[in-house]
């Protein structure tokens, strides 16, 4: 497995970092920002909830927005498009109203994709209940899961990788980041403490950090915040792992 983060890739997302802002001291030496961009620990979605109608289906619905259906799926936790029902609602991010679906079957020779799911891809990196699931809830959204974890639990890496930020990080508590390969990365926040520092190159279920509840900024019951990122963009963690 090659480890390597170029020069211009880590450029670009350092630009839009701002969340460390308020994390530096003059009697402590300045904390370098992490290699990805996190926005802030709580966001406010962009983008309506469409009642599916008869005879709508996913794909349908998302050819008509114009919407990545991969994208609305992990959004939606939604793994089988059979299960779609009428009268469900499915947030569609950017969009403005709620449009007509056409209905009428595929052309002939339209290529209809799948749901991917690549389960197995990372290991859970804690044992226990999912609290917050990815996506939008309660008019917010969630860049990663929740799992429930008593304080002291042990957090284990997900996939072999380097670490390249292990710090406190405001809105997420102390947090690590680890870069997988040129196109993954994932976050493990809230710990109580980190176990590894940056640079460090770590395998797979290796112990990093222990849980807690250092974030201050939702819920007070101890867990793990964490997120799988593509590219820099987050996926839903239940479509990657076991």
Avoid at 72 to 100: H, M, W
Wanted: proline share 7%; aromatic share 8%; glycine share 8%.
């Amino acid at each position: 497995m090659r480890i390597h983060l170029t020069k211009s890739r880590l450029l670009n997302i350092l630009i839009s970092i701002y969340v460390l802002a308020s994390l530096s001291c003059a009697s402590k030496p300045p904390i370098s920002p992490p290699p990805i961009s996190l926005p802030a620990a709580v966001t406010k979605p962009e983008g309506i909830y469409h009642s599916v109608a008869k005879s709508e289906t996913l794909w349908r619905i998302c050819k008509t927005y114009k919407v990545n259906m991969q994208e609305v799926a992990e959004l939606n936790n939604i793994k089988n498009t059979s299960l779609i029902r009428v009268g469900d609602k499915i947030f569609i991010p950017g969009a403005k109203e709620q449009l007509q679906v056409i209905v009428t079957p595929p052309y002939s020779g339209e290529a209809v994709p799948e749901i991917i799911l690549n389960k197995g891809m990372f290991i859970w990196p804690v044992k226990g209940k999912i609290i917050k699931q990815f996506g939008i809830s309660d008019g917010f959204k969630n860049d990663g899961i929740d799992i429930a974890a008593s304080t002291g639990s042990k957090v284990v890496a997900a996939y072999s990788g380097k670490v390249v930020f292990a710090s406190e990080l405001k809105g997420y508590g102390n947090t690590i980041i680890i870069q997988h390969n040129d196109k993954y990365a994932t976050v493990y926040a809230n710990n109580k403490s980190n176990l590894v520092k940056r640079g460090a190159v770590v395998k797979t279920g290796q112990l990093i950090a222990m849980a807690g509840n250092s974030s201050g900024v939702t819920t007070t019951i101890p867990h793990l915040h964490f997120q799988i990122r593509e590219e820099n963009q987050p996926r839903n963690p239940l479509f990657y792992l076991p």
